[in-house]
């Protein structure tokens, strides 16, 4: 298999761990450039991946404007950001690895799939839910018929408290405006897991939710606007001392503290939460997205589907089960329980991986099985590695956009058919 070429196209989080993949199997990827606006994280990757000066940029367009020099692009800008240059490397002839939600409306969704249609390239968007061995799993035993055809599903995303409160309280995803809807920005990969798994169209959804705690009227009445100003501070389970300053001073300095500050030493890390964003009270910002919402579906052929996604819950695996004809499935993201109606016996399908820390774990395999289904598909020009293609991908998508319309008209409402 040839060796894959790539340009990284925004290099936070996201766009830095999918370009790890070169580092572990660099005979498979090579990364040959970068275009980030941020000095630290840009010259980062330009360091980790020996990038030549000519191709490291402070903007995505400046990449755009050259010949293309690779054979992919990873898009990992911001969400409001995913269309122009999805479309402009499109034009340019990129194979297209597209960070999730694709875009925060439908308008842009159907743009960006347009525009890879016309260019005829390869086209993946990053829901690395599909990619878990626990997913692959799943998706095997409901396709042998062991629980019989698919009658109802019951699926739970427990977001966890502190990550509610460090990703869409005091983070960047916290505001709608900035970003996107909650349901888009963190749960569209489980609408879209949901639809993978059920393998029907989805035909209508309700929802419901709104932002229940984290508003200036739950604000204890001694708090500060800052956790380091506090005399509440240690009594409040979402304390940024707790969650960021713990973890600094038990030597974990990874996500998220790495967020708070590239710079992960203790001095820096508290001037951070003293000047920025993270160091707020989460009763005193400017956040307005959900905190809990559920998702009801009913599929093509009358199976329905009932999702919940909450902040108050502790770190841990997305909880599902399957309900079929003559069977049940019990999920909890690493074991899988089969029970059979005609014998009533139970299988336990173990389907850990390593937590090490890299690709190779994160998403529970899902990142890694991304990384290596898109590669393979661009070395080989077999698009039927990528599990999320551009239809279904704007699929799930709509579904989202449909369940926000709901959940604010308070009403079913149709999709497609």
């Excluded at 995505?60 to 122009?84: G, L």
């Excluded at 799939?113 to 993946?124: H, N, P, R, S, Y």
């Excluded at 204890?220 to 380091?228: E, F, I, N, S, V």
């Excluded at 289904?373 to 080989?380: I, P, R």
Aim: proline share 4%.
């Amino acid at each position: 298999m040839k060796q894959v070429t790539v340009l990284v196209a925004g290099a936070g989080g996201r766009g830095t761990g999918y370009a790890g993949y070169a580092l572990e199997l660099p005979d498979q990827m090579k990364v040959v450039g970068v275009a980030e606006p941020r000095e630290f994280y840009r010259q980062n990757v330009a360091a980790k991946h020996a990038i030549p000066a000519e191709h490291v940029f402070t903007d995505w367009r400046q990449a755009a404007e050259r010949p293309r020099f690779a054979d992919a692009v990873i898009v990992a800008t911001q969400d409001a950001m995913h269309r122009a240059p999805a479309e402009a490397f499109a034009r340019r002839g990129y194979h297209i690895l597209l960070e999730k939600p694709m875009a925060p409306n439908a308008e842009d969704c159907r743009a960006i799939v347009a525009a890879a249609k016309q260019a005829g390239v390869l086209f993946g968007v990053c829901h690395v839910m599909r990619y878990t061995r626990y997913t692959q799993c799943l998706k095997q035993l409901l396709d042998a018929g062991r629980i019989g055809e698919i009658v109802s599903v019951q699926h739970l995303e427990p977001v966890g408290y502190w990550h509610q409160a460090h990703s869409f309280v005091r983070g960047n995803w916290g505001n709608e405006a900035r970003s996107s809807c909650m349901l888009l920005a963190k749960s569209c990969h489980d609408i879209d897991w949901l639809r993978y798994v059920v393998g029907r169209p989805c035909r209508k959804v309700s929802s419901f939710g709104n932002l229940k705690h984290f508003r200036a009227d739950q604000k204890p009445a001694d708090a500060a606007d800052r956790c380091l100003d506090c005399a509440v501070e240690p009594t409040c389970p979402y304390s940024a001392k707790k969650i960021y300053l713990g973890n600094v001073v038990a030597g974990r300095t990874g996500w998220p503290v790495d967020v708070v500050s590239p710079d992960t030493s203790l001095d820096a890390v508290t001037r951070a939460l003293r000047e920025g964003p993270y160091g707020r009270c989460v009763y005193a910002c400017d956040n307005d997205v959900v905190d809990h919402q559920v998702v009801n579906m009913e599929f093509e052929g009358g199976a329905t589907a009932a999702f919940t996604m909450t902040a108050f819950t502790r770190m841990d695996h997305r909880q599902t089960r399957i309900f079929g004809t003559r069977g049940q499935i019990v999920g909890d993201g690493v074991k899988l329980k089969v029970f059979d109606f005609l014998t009533d016996t139970e299988e336990v399908v173990d389907t850990e991986t390593s937590a090490d820390g890299t690709l190779l774990s994160g998403h529970g395999g899902g990142d890694f099985g991304l990384m290596q289904a898109f590669v393979k598909a661009v070395a080989t020009g077999d698009r039927r590695h990528i599990l999320s293609g551009p239809d279904e991908t704007l699929e799930s998508h709509l579904m989202v956009f449909a369940a926000e319309q709901a959940r604010h008209e308070q009403r079913v409402i149709g999709i497609g058919g």
